[in-house]
């Protein structure tokens, strides 16, 4: 049954919802929520599962919940963890301090489970020879590592082999010695092998005297490397390998160390005598390494078994000390949207600086594929990155939200520094963007920004167009002028080609045509001239107009998609099952970028730009304005403001003119009639 911010479950308990970005979520905030975690309808979980691995979360802990080692936590596990922890803690309050110590008055000593808790840490305690009602997580670590060291002394004990190793305390280094020059003394025999199939090749396979000189100008200490790629020796059919003289000096020490490790007295030794050398150092490697390979698997047997007793402890103590974390990222994301105590969600990697900003959205990217295919739903400018760590840790890809600033220097291939959640900084480089609106404000200038790219990209392309047909002219040419040339002097004079008539008819249609669209024009122009002029507002409503009908639409769309932007398909493409939006709206978003601030530097730069002054550009914008003005008054009016209005013409009455008198006209003088023309033909 549904309350005001509250759904009161079948049993009677209350839960209770807040608004957690821009959606309403439970509240897991008290001992008795985590107690009535299995009535909680799974439909009102944030989560339904999420991956063991590459979290910022201890895996070991989540592991243990993973109780069918699917490599996944489902809803049914966490409630299954809650309940233990009912059968153990006294007072599930404990968890909320998040500590990774357990004193023994806390725990339920008349429980199943408490009882095999109690018994574990009390003889973990006793083997590391202490005497306290409280065990941390910490000595239960400590005596496993005892353990460990215990089970391998009882192994080698029990199980030593007769074996002799090769050279006595030096066998290790000695192997270490030969496998380091195991490959250049193959070699070296190998040439040796072609010198006695064809003396005259010995030249060949001895290092090039071009290749010595291309580098004696330079320090030849510096060129080790390069030095190193040469022969170990001068090979020759003898096939003798020097161990003291005439060794190329990037390997003579790693030959004076096998010498010395491996006993070798003889100045010198064959390929047979290597070869010796060589059984004895794989052999024993070959029984360190079944030695090693058996006495692990062992002690790892023994481990598991032993610790199945013990596990009890180490589980308590764990999630004691991660459950209610565990909680906070599952059934809601509250770690993910509390910006104020600096806590982050497990699922944040680090944070990403690039281009005067600082991204704290950073997720660790598991299969790229499918991000490709999912992430554009999310309504997020993303930046894909591939990040090497200097360090040696290895690589990894990462997704970054930009949700504040500018776009316009992001491109693929630009560098940034990644920081991860342990402060180790990585290489990071823009391999993948997916573009999507950061804020309305940007969205105003996206259509002019896509223009002016338009406009770059097409003057560059009819540049380069008119620079290769201008080239292909010029070359064409030539041609000609050769070919004319040739012709010339084989025949005289070359024929001039003939020239076409001028056809006026086919150009008529075309001038009459261009003329009634500059008529069109013409006129259009002088209503919207006339429209400007007629009210002094009007140009400022046409402009709006203008703003209005480029901006518009993108602003519209910008705050379609920021209204509706979820991390969801991010994390979903990354092997959670996301049961709920996770919307990064624009007062959030603006919380997880930062952009650089400068203050206001006053001083004179030595080197910037010469600018135009103030009243230049003033004078300028007033005559290019007054021009305007005058065009447009001149299209409406017909004539400009200087010229004289036309005098005003009088209109002068008609004055009757006096009757004359009737005279009789006589009938002879009477005029003939005329006659009636004939129509034309």
């Known amino acids: 049954m549904a309350k005001k911010n509250k759904i009161v479950s079948p049993s009677g308990y209350e839960w209770k919802f807040s608004m957690v970005g821009g959606v309403a979520r439970v509240n897991i905030e008290t001992a008795d929520d985590i107690a009535h975690l299995y009535e909680l309808d799974q439909k009102l979980w944030t989560v339904l599962s999420c991956p063991v691995k590459g979290l910022e979360f201890d ?201 010395e490790l491996a006993g070798i007295e003889a100045d010198s030794i064959g390929e047979e005598d290597w070869n010796a050398l060589l059984g004895k150092v794989d052999a024993y490697t070959e029984w360190k390494t079944a030695g090693e390979t058996a006495m692990n698997e062992a002690i790892a047997a023994r481990l598991e078994e032993h610790s199945a007793a013990f596990a009890p402890v180490e589980k308590l103590l764990r999630l004691c000390r991660d459950f209610v974390n565990l909680l906070h990222n599952y059934v809601v994301f509250s770690d993910f949207y509390d910006r104020h105590d600096g806590t982050e969600a497990v699922f944040q990697a680090g944070q990403l600086y690039i281009d005067q900003r600082c991204c704290d959205l950073c997720v660790k990217i598991a299969d790229m594929p499918k991000q490709l295919a999912s992430a554009g739903v999310s309504g997020m400018y993303l930046l894909y990155c591939h990040c090497v760590s200097k360090a040696g840790l290895g690589e990894m890809d990462i997704a970054a939200a930009v949700t504040a600033g500018d776009i316009r220097n992001f491109r693929e291939g630009k560098n940034g520094v990644f920081y991860d959640r342990q402060g180790q900084d990585w290489d990071a480089t823009v391999t993948k963007i997916i573009d999507n609106p950061i804020s309305v404000g940007q969205a105003f200038f996206t259509p002019y920004r896509k223009f002016g790219n338009w406009v770059t990209d097409k003057i560059s392309k009819s540049a380069e167009e008119k620079e290769s047909k201008q080239f292909d002219n010029m070359t064409a040419k030539a041609d000609t002028a050769s070919t004319d040339l040739t012709a010339k002097a084989a025949d005289g004079k070359p024929a001039d080609a003939p020239k076409p008539a001028f ?25 919207v001239a006339k429209f400007m002029v007629d009210k002094w507002y009007n140009p400022i409503i046409a402009v709006a107009l203008v703003v209005v009908l480029i901006s518009g639409p993108s602003m519209l769309l910008a705050w379609l998609k920021l209204r509706k932007r979820n991390l969801g398909p991010v994390l979903n493409a990354n092997g959670w099952a996301i049961n709920s939006m996770v919307k990064v709206n624009t007062a959030f978003g603006a919380t997880l970028t930062s952009v650089a601030q400068y203050p206001k530097v006053v001083g004179k730069d030595p080197f910037a730009d010469k600018k135009m002054a103030w009243w230049k550009k003033l004078l300028i914008w007033i005559v290019v304005l007054a021009a305007i003005a005058l065009a447009a008054f001149k299209l409406t009016q017909h004539r400009w403001p200087w010229q004289p209005e036309p005098e005003a013409t009088e209109v002068v009455e008609s004055v009757e003119a006096p009757a004359l008198a009737e005279e009789p006209v006589p009938v002879a003088e009477e005029a003939a009639p005329v006659a009636e023309e004939a129509p034309a033909e």
């Open 503 to 527: 056809d006026i008819a086919k150009f008529a249609g075309i001038f009459a045509a261009i003329g009634l669209a500059i008529g069109a024009i013409g006129v259009a122009l002088a209503a």
């Open 59 to 259: 895996e070991k802990t989540l592991a243990m919940l993973d109780s069918d080692k699917d490599g996944r936590i489902r809803v049914n596990e966490v409630v299954a963890a809650a309940e233990w922890l009912k059968k153990v803690l006294k007072d599930l309050n404990y968890l909320l301090k998040g500590h990774d110590t357990i004193a023994f008055a806390d725990v339920q000593a008349d429980s199943e489970e408490g009882k095999q808790v109690l018994d574990a840490a009390r003889l973990i305690l006793k083997a590391l020879g202490v005497e306290k009602e409280e065990i941390s997580l910490a000595e239960v670590a400590e005596y496993m590592a005892v353990f460990e060291e215990k089970c391998k002394e009882e192994y080698t004990a029990q199980n030593a082999e007769p074996f002799e190793p090769p050279f006595g305390e030096k066998s290790d280094d000695a192997e270490a010695a030969v496998n380091a020059v195991r490959a250049k003394v193959a070699d070296w025999f190998m040439r040796c092998k072609l010198v006695q199939f064809d003396e005259e090749s010995a030249a060949a396979l001895d290092v090039q005297v071009e290749k010595i000189a291309a580098i004696s100008d330079s320090n030849l200490s510096d060129n080790v490397a390069e030095i190193a790629t040469y022969p170990l020796a001068r090979p020759s059919k003898e096939a003798l390998l020097p161990l003291v003289e005439g060794l190329n000096p990037a390997w003579k020490a790693a030959i004076a160390s096998v010498k």
